[in-house]
């Protein structure tokens, strides 16, 4: 908002008489905005002279409501106002944030002009929307949703004069209001650098929200000059694994033209077209690269491979269908094929179990009746979920996943059933339609569905009861359509007999129980180390997925994998990396030295086919386990060994490089396999 510091008091005051008299405000006297904004504070029936009938100031008990529902937009925002109180100590100043609603959370500030600030009720607890306090920063930057500076008498109520107010908005990261950061200090003493100082506070705020928000999402960093990237300044989006934006700061809704109600209902290649499909394939080095928005605007994109997310199928996408009934491969398998993968990504061994449960989980779906998934952590449950959800016959309609595990139970109360507009201090003016009402038509995810709050137990079942949801404040329920799955990685039944979950409701989300099966369990493995190693090779901007050696993947075979997919994901990542510029095969002494005595120096399985490399020692008969793991490691060490001096043309350091192990290790192994 532009200040206008040729307007005098006097001219302010004499502007104020004339808009009471005339209905209207001189022009030139004071900006647009704040014209506007003293007209709306005289028809919300306000006096610039006479004090408020009933000033509104919220009780404490609604205070501590309000402060429990804002809990982390406190957590995030107080380091930061910390931080403005430090460069502005013994300036006179205060530090103010509010909620969405205009009422004020907490403040920091010097002593005496604290008490100034608390005499005008510029302190937690007091409510300042224009329609309470007339045109002030906070209210009008509410009003206007854009950051705003009201300087002395451009104070509605002339009681507030002495003040000089900057204030920014403080925006989620779906794009709605969430609070807004004040700068109050005594007109007289009020410097530009204030406005500046404010906004940028709030852009760190928003960020920490971001960040806390989106904290296991793909990230996106933007910023037209690269050396931006990585600064307060830069934009930031948090997108799905299939190219979905599901967060964006303000800075980057600006660049992108994107507005709240796009996020999380439109793609990547909605706003940078045809250079969507490269920004989902950035390479793992997290080196910038250059694109050209649908608007014209070129900016620099990096990403944060370190907060990849790859959750890997539960169930091999060769078996699912297309709407033909066609077998419909995955994108890695396509991409292995196109490369010429080795002969078992050619020939799948798709595990029996996975394949049935999505055909049985398919049909019941179909009729409406809810699944259950149960499972050990990172077997891919969500995953599941997401695959019914696709090839059911509400693919086109959302599919809305709720962790009841991530949430305190007045927040998730609010986040799964929704409010209305003013139904609590904090609450959206314009209410939340909730979780469940955004599944419409589709399909509600409901994972860690044992860690439900009983309270919240007993609404969920009257939802699912009468398909039928009424939000928090409402009179009237709407109705609801949408299937459940919901999932769990303890056993729900046990649960209900320690009375930790509703009998009943046990038997509503117990349609179809599905037990997907530990990484140990599968009979797909191979199949699955293929096509994670061709994804890898994607994000690695390799030319060719690297082959990996039959006795690695045997060896690979045995291990029980207490993480599952996540975790052998992990670990085919990580020997990538130790690839060497020309290496394209991966041998045991890829993969990182605590794995070597966990996976490799366990026995073959009895059932396992014997391919064994020419240049390999044969296995002598093993008369016990720890005989066998003491000969398997043998020879597969042996074996690297040959391998890497040959590599190195006989340089012993290069070798010893090349295994990740110290030039003595080296000899020292030397010496043992000669003995």
């Not at 957590?75 to 004020?104: C, K, N, T, W």
């Not at 209410?431 to 599944?439: D, L, N």
């Not at 919240?456 to 404040?473: E, M, S, W």
Request: net charge negative; glycine share 6%; hydrophobic share 40%.
């Amino acid at each position: 908002m532009q200040l206008t510091p040729q307007a005098t008091a006097d001219q302010l005051r004499h502007a104020r008489r004339c808009l009471l008299e005339t209905g209207e405000v001189p022009e030139g006297v004071v900006s647009l905005q704040v014209s506007l904004s003293w007209q709306r504070s005289q028809m919300a029936g306000l006096s610039p002279v006479e004090p408020p009938v009933a000033p509104p100031i919220t009780s404490a008990a609604d205070l501590r409501r309000a402060l429990a529902c804002e809990y982390d937009l406190l957590a995030h925002a107080r380091p930061v106002m910390e931080f403005l109180h430090d460069q502005m100590r013994d300036s006179g100043s205060v530090i103010v944030l509010a909620d969405s609603q205009g009422l004020l959370l907490h403040s920091l500030g010097d002593a005496d002009f604290l008490t100034r600030a608390e005499r005008v009720s510029l302190a937690p607890g007091a409510l300042w929307r224009e329609e309470h306090r007339g045109t002030n920063a906070i209210g009008t930057a509410i009003a206007n949703g854009c950051p705003t500076v009201i300087h002395g008498a451009e104070h509605y109520l002339e009681r507030n004069s002495f003040l000089t107010c900057s204030a920014s908005p403080v925006m989620a990261p779906d794009g709605r209001l969430r609070g807004v950061l004040d700068i109050s200090v005594d007109q007289s003493g009020y410097h530009p650098h204030t406005f500046a100082l404010v906004r940028s506070a709030a852009r760190m705020i928003e960020d920490r929200l971001f960040h806390a928000r989106h904290i296991n999402d793909p990230l996106l960093r933007l910023h037209p000059h690269v050396e931006g990237l990585g600064a307060v300044g830069e934009g930031l989006l948090a997108v799905s694994e299939d190219g979905w934006i599901m967060g964006a700061n303000a800075i980057a809704q600006h660049w992108l033209n994107l507005s709240a109600s796009q996020i999380g209902a439109i793609t990547l290649d909605r706003v940078f077209g045809p250079q969507a499909l490269r920004l989902q394939s950035l390479p793992a080095t997290g080196q910038p690269t250059r694109v050209t928005t649908m608007q014209g605007h070129t900016l620099y994109v990096r990403d944060e491979p370190d907060r990849r997310r790859r959750v890997w199928a539960a169930t091999p996408v060769s078996h699912t269908r297309s709407r033909s009934g066609a077998a419909a491969p995955s994108a890695a398998a396509a991409a292995a094929a196109a490369r010429g993968r080795p002969p078992m990504a050619q020939d799948r061994r798709d595990d029996r179990r996975m394949v049935q449960a999505l055909t049985r989980a398919l049909r019941v779906q179909a009729q409406g009746i809810p699944v259950l998934l149960q499972g050990e952590a990172g077997t891919g449950k969500e995953v599941f979920a997401r695959t019914l959800h696709a090839e059911g016959d509400r693919a086109t309609k959302p599919f809305v996943a709720v962790n009841c595990a991530s949430l305190p139970e007045a927040l998730m109360e609010v986040e799964l059933f929704g409010h209305v507009g003013g139904a609590f201090p904090g609450a959206r003016p314009e209410g939340s339609p909730g979780r469940i009402r955004q599944a419409e038509g589709g399909t509600l995810f409901l994972d860690e569905i044992g860690e439900l709050a009983p309270a919240l137990q007993v609404r969920l079942l009257r939802v699912l009861q009468d398909k039928q949801v009424v939000p928090v404040g409402a009179l009237h329920p709407e109705p609801v359509d949408f299937v459940l799955v919901c999932a769990t990685h303890q056993a729900l039944r046990d649960a209900v007999s320690a009375s930790r979950f509703r009998e009943d409701l046990y038997w509503r989300v117990n349609g179809l129980t599905v037990q997907i099966p530990a990484l140990r369990e599968r009979g797909d493995t191979a199949d699955l180390i293929d096509d994670m190693l061709a994804s890898i090779a994607l994000d690695m901007k390799r030319v060719e997925p690297p082959r990996i050696t039959v006795e690695v993947v045997e060896a690979l075979l045995q291990h029980p994998w207490p993480g599952n997919l996540r975790q052998l994901h992990a670990v085919l990542r990580t020997a990538c990396a130790l690839l060497g510029p020309h290496e394209d095969e991966l041998h045991w002494e890829h993969f990182s030295e605590d794995l070597w005595y966990d996976v490799f120096s366990r026995p073959y399985r009895d059932d396992a086919p014997a391919a064994p490399r020419a240049d390999s020692l044969p296995p002598p008969p093993l008369a016990s386990a720890e005989e066998a793991a003491e000969v398997n490691l043998r020879r597969l060490s042996h074996s690297a060994i040959e391998r890497a001096i040959q590599a190195s043309n006989g340089n012993m350091s290069e070798a010893a490089r090349k295994l990740g192990i110290s030039r003595n290790t080296l000899y020292r192994r030397l010496k043992q396999v000669s003995d």
